[in-house]
Nanobody
Framework: QVQLVESGGGVVQAGGSLRLSCTAS????????MGWYRQAPGWQREFVAV???????NVADAVKGRFTISRDNAKNTVFLRMNSLKPEDTAVYYC??????????WGQGTQVTVSS
């Protein structure tokens, strides 16, 4: 089993920055990818960013150039640095951890609200 605990959400004005953190515990040695999705009210959950254990990463086109994902494997933690935030970035952000041949584990979600 893997458990995920997220932190760092909040309310920020447009143009501001936030950093989300997600720390895994439990069977962390089995984790390959860690990343983030988000879900705004009335919208489907959408991919934001992913970081592979070996170091490769990818971010969605909608946030490219503004969001950066990073990872500390020693601390089993993934970070999402969000700069130049826009009102349309308002959503619940969910961390996930992928283990080989297992369904992904999801965090409880953290609210990010960007005011105009």
């Amino acid at each position: 089993q893997v458990q995920l605990v997220e932190s760092g959400g909040g309310v920020v004005q447009a143009g501001g920055s936030l950093r989300l953190s997600c720390t895994a515990s439990g069977e962390t040695i089995c984790i390959s990818d860690m990343g983030w999705y988000r879900q705004a009210p009335g919208w489907q959950r959408e991919f934001v960013a992913v970081s592979a254990r070996a170091g490769a990463s990818n971010v969605a086109d909608a946030v490219k150039g503004r969001f950066t994902i990073s990872r500390d494997n020693a601390k089993n933690t993934v970070f999402l640095r969000m700069n130049s935030l826009k009102p349309e970035d308002t959503a619940v952000y969910y961390c996930y951890a992928q283990r080989v041949n297992r369904d992904p584990t999801w965090g409880q979600g953290t609210q990010v609200t960007v005011s105009s």
